[in-house]
Nanobody
Framework: QVQLVESGGGLVQAGGSLRLSCAVSGRTFSLYAMGWFRQAPGKERELVTRISWSGGRTYYADSVKGRFTISRDNAKNTVYLQMNNLKPEDAAVYYC???????????WGQGTQVTVSS
């Protein structure tokens, strides 16, 4: 069974930064593509960013390009999301997910809350 545990969420002022982490256990982490999704109240869950198993391929939603950076450390079974210049519209529950392919995700964490004050 694959388990994902996010951490690093919290309250930050607009313009500030946070780094989220997602620790993965249960199977060989390096085999998975990883993604970060978010869901704000009353909105659908949306893909924020994803990274291939090797780290050589990434994707960012237009709303976070230039501000967010995804990375992974396969030796530590962890994926990170560095979020800079946070905006109030970035406030949401952030979820990490693991997938057997770059485009589909089968395993999810429990989420971590990010709150951005204006």
């Amino acid at each position: 069974q694959v388990q994902l545990v996010e951490s690093g969420g919290g309250l930050v002022q607009a313009g500030g930064s946070l780094r989220l982490s997602c620790a993965v256990s249960g199977r060989t982490f390096s085999l998975y593509a990883m993604g970060w999704f978010r869901q704000a109240p009353g909105k659908e869950r949306e893909l924020v960013t994803r990274i291939s198993w090797s780290g050589g391929r990434t994707y960012y939603a237009d709303s976070v390009k230039g501000r967010f950076t995804i990375s992974r450390d396969n030796a530590k079974n962890t994926v990170y999301l560095q979020m800079n210049n946070l905006k109030p519209e970035d406030a949401a529950v952030y979820y990490c997910a693991a997938g057997d392919t770059y485009f589909s995700y089968s395993y999810w964490g429990q989420g971590t809350q990010v709150t951005v004050s204006s």
